[in-house]
């Protein structure tokens, strides 16, 4: 059976089966949460990377954010914010993050990083607006440092903003409506600094409880109705 076609559960205990020991081991050792679990009773960890591109074969992670949501409630005491050593020039991609090179250059290794990130992870739901960014970058290191695939429970808050803006008849959303601080408007959400990580994964954070608040309406939400 291929990867993709697995439930992110059983790709975990495929991956666990062959993961040497080490951070990544350590994270598939720990079950994902039941799909029929209510939103409520989750604990997710919001992240957001920044690169200095889109892909993940080609670029390279130069800070992470995160920070726990833990049963509906942010916990500021686990974020964290890490930069990352990139092994290339920062180049353009400065323009957008602001971390410029010699910023960089004081950054820890990825190793370490990605360590961080999945001890964090472990247990958790990945939470992520485009998640496909985080997975990507996490996957790509993943294989490359510790030579095991990447397996996930994710939920994305794009994906969430497209079926909340998609109306009854699912008409494609407004171009921009959802990106990130779009998405946070639509809530009165206060306006933050744009492409800093740990405020990225705030702003993340905050825009999930925000949304899943006006799924829930007066019924029932569970985790397998929000996952991406």
């Known amino acids: ?13 495929r991956a666990a089966q062959v993961c040497r020991e080490g951070p990544l081991a350590a994270y598939l050792s720990v079950p994902f949460a039941d799909p029929a679990t209510d939103v409520d009773d989750l604990e997710l960890l919001a992240l957001d990377v920044e690169t200095t591109g889109l892909q993940p074969g080609r670029d390279h992670v130069v800070a992470v954010g995160f920070v726990p949501v833990v049963r509906g409630r942010i916990e500021l005491a686990g974020a964290r914010s890490i930069l990352v050593a990139a092994p290339v020039d920062v180049g ?18 990825l190793a370490e990083a990605l360590a961080e990130v999945l001890a964090a992870l472990r247990g958790r739901v990945l939470l992520a607006h485009f998640a496909r960014i985080e997975v990507g970058f996490i996957e790509r290191a ?23 803006t998609a109306g009854a008849f699912g008409q494609e959303p407004a171009p921009g409506s959802l990106r990130l601080w779009t998405a946070r408007e639509r809530y009165r959400l206060p306006i933050y600094r744009a492409h800093e990580p740990l405020i990225d994964a705030l702003s993340c954070a905050e825009l999930y409880l925000a949304q899943v608040a006006e799924m829930r309406g007066e019924g029932d939400l569970t985790l397998k109705q929000v996952l991406a």
């Open 142 to 164: 993943c294989a490359q440092l510790l030579g095991a695939p990447f397996p996930a429970q994710v939920v994305d808050t794009l994906d969430l903003q497209r079926r909340l």
């Open 92 to 109: 353009q991609s400065a323009t957008v993050h602001r971390l410029t090179d010699d910023v960089v250059a004081g950054g820890v290794p």
């Open 1 to 13: 059976m291929a990867w993709f076609r697995r439930t992110p559960e059983q790709a975990r205990q």
